[in-house]
C-alpha cells in the first residue's frame, strides 16, 4: 500500500509549487557549491572544479525535469495546462466561443429538458419505500379497478403481500375535484379517497402530525383527512397549527391530522393530490343518487373504481404472488356473483387476479401515450445531433484557422497525440461551459414542456424533475459523447497537416476536406430541420382541421357552471326547487341573453333505446341520456335540424318527450323523420318508457372531432324525476368576458342559498380539452422544430462565414484579375445553396417518412400535404438565406489589396 | 515520453533506491551530494553516468515514507538538505536486503554448479 501513500504525496505535490521549484533549485545550488567546493580542496583550477561539477550532476535542467517528473502527476499536470490554454484560446476568439456555448446550451438544454421528463414518467422509480416491491392488482380486462366490497374481501383475506393499500379517485361532480374552503376563500385541489392502510404500505410518514391509519376507515370514524405539502404551504404557510384544524371539503369538515412530505404525489405519475381522505368517508360525505337512499351509498354500489397495489413480502417472486392470487380470486368471485341484492355484482366480480410490478408508479393513459414519448424522445435526439453538428463545424473551421500554429508547433516537436489531446481538451472544455449553460436551459425547458402537455384548465402536471444521479449520468455522458466524438474528427484533420505545404502558404491540403465535411454536416442539419419543421407542420395542420371541425355548438361567450349543494342529501324535492331558482337568478341577470339548466342521471350508463320495427323487428342503440332545460339548445346555438325544442309546457306531468342527436335518429329511424315517432328507453334497472320524438338536434362534439359523434338523447329536466343527482349544471350566454360572468353567477347563487358552492369554466375548455392531445403535440413540435431551425442557422452561419474567412485570399486574387463583386457573392452562396438544397430534399423525404410513424395521430392531413412541405422548404431556405447572406455580404466587401495583404 | 529509457532507469533505480538506504543507515543524516559521493566510491564507477539521477530516486524514497529530509548546515558551513532513514526505511532496508541476499544466493547456485553437484 506504499504507492497509496506515494500518490496522496504526489497529489499534495501539485500545491504550492512555487515554492517546491524554490526548494529544488536551492537544493541544486548547495550540491553544486559542495562538489565545486570538494574539487577545489583537491585542487582543481576554479574553472575546472565548477566545470567538473556540472558535467557530473548531468545538467541542472534535466535533473530538474526528471525530479519534476517524479514530483506530481504529469498527465493531470498536463491535463490542467491544456485546460488553461484552452481557456486562453477561447478568451481570445469570443465570437467561436459565444457561438459554440449557445449552440451547445441550446442542443444539451433541449435534450437535458426532454430526457429529465421521459425519465419522470417512465424510468424514476416512486418516492417510497422499496418501490421494487409494489405491485398492482389487476383483474381480468378490466386492469387495476375494484368495487369496495371486493378490496374489503381483498384486504381481509389475503396473506399473499406484507401489506395492501386501495386509493380512489373521486368521480364526483366536479371531476375529480374537490372544492375546499377555509376562511380565506375555496378553491380546487385534486385528492384521493385512499385505504387506511395506504401510507403505511408504501412506507411513507407524515412531514407533520401522522398518516391515516385503518382506525380512521371505519365507518363512524371521526372525519380526518391529511393534506398535501404545497396545500399546507399555500394555507397555512407550513405552520404547525394546521394540524387539528378542519377543512371543508366539498362542503363537508374534516379535521387535518397530517401534512405528506414534499415529494409524495401517491403511486400515479403527474398527479397532484393534495388531500387524502379514507375511503370510509366517502360514505358519510358523498352526495349519494337520491334513489338509493342513504343505506346504499356508493360504496357499496358494484361500481368498480379502486385501485389496488400490494407490496410482496421479501422473497417472494411475481410468479408466486399471482399463484396466490390465483386461488383467492376464486374466492372472492364465488363470495361477489353470489350476491342477490343487485344483479350488477354479476359483471362487477371479479374474473381472475394477476400481479403486475410498478416500481415506476402508473402513469394515466394519456402520459402512456406512445406516439408523444416517440415524439420527445425523436426532437431530444436531432436537437444533440444538430447541436453536436455545429460544434464540429466550428471546430473544423477553428483548426482550419489554426493550421499554422499547429504546424508551428510540431515542427517545434511536439507529437501529434499531445496536440489532438490538446484540442480535444478544447472542445471538452467547450462542452462543459455549453452543459452548464445547457443545464439552466433544461429547467426551464422541462417547465415549458410539462405546461406544453398539461391541460389548459385543469391542475399543473406534477413530475419528479429534481437531479438524481442517473439523470445527471445521462446528462454527463451525452455532454462527453458529444464533445469527443464531434471534437475528435476535427483534431485528427488538424493535426494531419504537412508543416512544408503550411510554410509555403498553401492554399489546398486539408481545407478541401474539412469543406466537404462541413457540407455533409450542414446537409444533414438541414434535412433534420426540414423533417421536424415537415412534422410540425402536419402537427399543426390536423390541430387546424380539427378546429374547423364544427362541433354543433357556438361555445364563444357561453359559461358552465356546476352547482353543489349540501343540502341535497337530504331532500331531492328541495334539491330541485334550488335548482330551478338558481336557473331564474341567472336568467335575470343583465347581460344574459339566455341560460339553461342540465342535470345528468345518477348512473354514467348507456341507456338502451329501442325502436320496433316492420314485421315485429326491431332498431337498438345504446345511448347517453342529457336533461336539459327549455333554451339549451338556444344557448349552446345548436340548430334543430327538426322538430322543436323543449318548453315550459314539458314538465313532470305532460307525457314523457325526447330530443335526438341526429346520428342517433339516423341509426334508429333511418332516414324517415322521427319527429312525432316514439321508442322504448330500458335504462337497464328495469325501467321502461315509451318516450315520443318531438325533435332531432345537431350533433354536438363531446370528444376529439375525429372520434365521430357520440349519440346521445335529450329529457326534458323537468322530467328526470328521481334519476338525477346533483343539482347539475348551467350553461350561461352572457355579454363580457369569462371572469366577469363568473363573478356575477358566484353573487346571484349566493343569494338564492349562501351555501351553493359554483364551479364555473368557460365552455371553450370543452373544445381545448377535447382536442388537447393534439394541441400539446403541435405546439411542443413547432416550438422544436422552430428551435432546431436556429440551431441550424448557427450552423449555415458558421460554415458560411469560416469559407468566406478562408477564401479571403482567393477573393482577392479573383477580385484583382476582374471578378466583381456579385461573382464572389454568387461564389460563395452558390455552394452553400447546393449544400442547403440537398439538405432540404433529404429532409422532405425524411418529413414524408417521419409522417408515417405519427399516421395515427394526423386527421384531415395526408402526410404529404402541399402545405406543410412548402412552408417547411420556404423556412428553412430562409432561414439558410438569411444566415449565408451576412458573412458573403461581409466577403464581397473585402478590398481586393487587403485582401492580397492578408496573412 | 521514452519508454525504452524508463524501463532501464526502473531497474537501475531499484537498486539505486537499497544503496541510498543502506548509505543513510551506514552514515546518518546526509546530504544529496554526500550520499552521491559515498554511493560512488563505494561503488566504483557505477554512479559515473551522473549525480542528477540521484535526486528524483530520493524523491520517490521520500514520497514512499522511508526518508524524510530537512535544511541543514553542512561541516563547511553550507546550507543544504539532509536525508535521513525513518523507521519504515529501516524495515524496508532489512527487507529489501535479505531479498537481494537470498537472490544473490540463488544466483550464486546457477552461476557456480560444479560445487553443488560433488
Redo the contacts between chains.
Sequence with gaps: M??V??WF??LGDLFGRRRREQ?LS??ME??L???I??NLRAGMPPAQARREAFT????IE??KE??R???GLPMLETFLQDLRFAARMLRKSPGFTAVSVLSLALGIGATVAIFSVIYALALRTLPVEQPEQLVEVEQGSRGNLHSYAEWKLFRDRQNIFSAVLAYNYSYNDFGGQFIIADSKGQQDVTGLYVSGGYFSTLGVSAVLGRVLQSSDDQSGATPVCVIGYKLWRQLYGQSADALGRAIRVNGNEFVIVGVAPASFFGVEIGATPEIFMPLEAERTYRDYPQRYGPQMPSLDDPATTLSIVGRLKPGVSVAKANAGLQVLGAEIYSALSSRSDDSRWQRAAPGSFSARPMPNGTSNEWLQDMDIVLLLLVMAAVALIIACGNLGNLLLARAAKRRSEIATRLALGASRWRLVRQLLTESVALSIIGAAAGLLIARWGSQALLWALSFPGGDPLRLELSWDPKLAAFAITITLACALLFGLAPALGATDISIYSVMHNSLTSGTRRNRTMNGFLVAAQVALSVALLVSAGLLARTLQALLAQDAGYDPKGVVTAHANWPGGRKNAQREVFVGEQLLAAFRSLSGVTSASWSRRHSKATLSQLVVPGPAGSERRSGSYLHFVSPDFFETWKTPVLAGREFSDTDSGTSPPVAILSADLARVLFGKVSPVGLRFRENDGDGHDYAVEVVGVVRDIQFRRPSDGPLPIFYRPVSQCGSSCSGVGGYEIRAAGGFAETAKRLEEAAATVDPRIILKCTPLSNLVSDSVHRDRAMALIATAFSLFVGLLAMIGVYGVTSHAAAERTREIGIRMALGADRGDVFRMLLGEMTRTVCIGIAFGVGAGIAAAQLIRGTLWGVKPTDPMSIGFAVGLMLLIAGIAAFLPARRAMRVDPMVALRYE | MGDKTSEKKDVWQGTLALMVLKTLQAMGAL????IA?RIEQTSGDLLA?????L??AL??L????YISSEWGV?D?N????YYKLTRAGRKQLNKEEREWEQTTAILARFLTPGEEQS
Design positions: 506504499r504507492w501513500r506515494a504525496m504526489r526548494e536551492a537544493e548547495s550540491h557549491q559542495l562538489h567546493e570538494d557530473k550532476l548531468g545538467g534535466q535533473t526528471a525530479y517528473q517524479q514530483r | 546530504h544529496g551530494y554526500g559521493r553516468v551522473n549525480y542528477g539521477t535526486y528524483p524523491l520517490k521520500e514520497q514512499e515514507g553542512s563547511n553550507r546550507k543544504a538538505k
